[in-house]
């Protein structure tokens, strides 16, 4: 799996909130492959579902063609 940036994931999480889960148009958005941001995505999900005991009510009731809003805090860290 290739690497994806800090500044990619910030992009990749606008465009998440902007497009949906319309991969073809974030990757192309990206200059990535369809392939690559499909699995980005699903990746980072997999890993939010671990950390997660229960999603909250409002993703578990979300209908298959509404969009995701995600809502990130980043940090910078100091070396």
Same mark, same amino acid.
Not at 8 to 29: R, S, T, V
């Given at each position: 799996?290739?690497?994806?940036?800090?500044?990619?994931?910030?992009?990749?999480?606008?465009?998440?909130?902007? /497009?949906?889960?319309?991969?073809?148009?974030?990757?192309?958005?990206?200059?990535?492959?369809?392939?690559?941001?499909?699995? =980005? %995505?699903?990746?980072?999900?997999?890993?939010?579902?671990?950390?997660?005991?229960?999603?909250?009510?409002? /993703?578990?009731?979300?209908?298959?063609?509404? =969009?995701?809003? %995600? =809502? %990130?805090?980043? %940090?910078? /860290?100091?070396?």
């Amino acid at each position: 799996m290739p690497y994806w940036s800090e500044y990619e994931n910030a992009q990749f999480f606008k465009l998440l909130n902007a /497009y949906g889960k319309d991969f073809q148009q974030i990757a192309e958005c990206m200059n990535k492959s369809y392939t690559q941001v499909r699995s =980005h %995505f699903y990746n980072i999900q997999v890993k939010q579902s671990k950390t997660l005991k229960e999603e909250p009510q409002e /993703y578990r009731s979300l209908q298959k063609n509404q =969009h995701l809003k %995600f =809502h %990130f805090i980043v %940090f910078d /860290y100091v070396k």
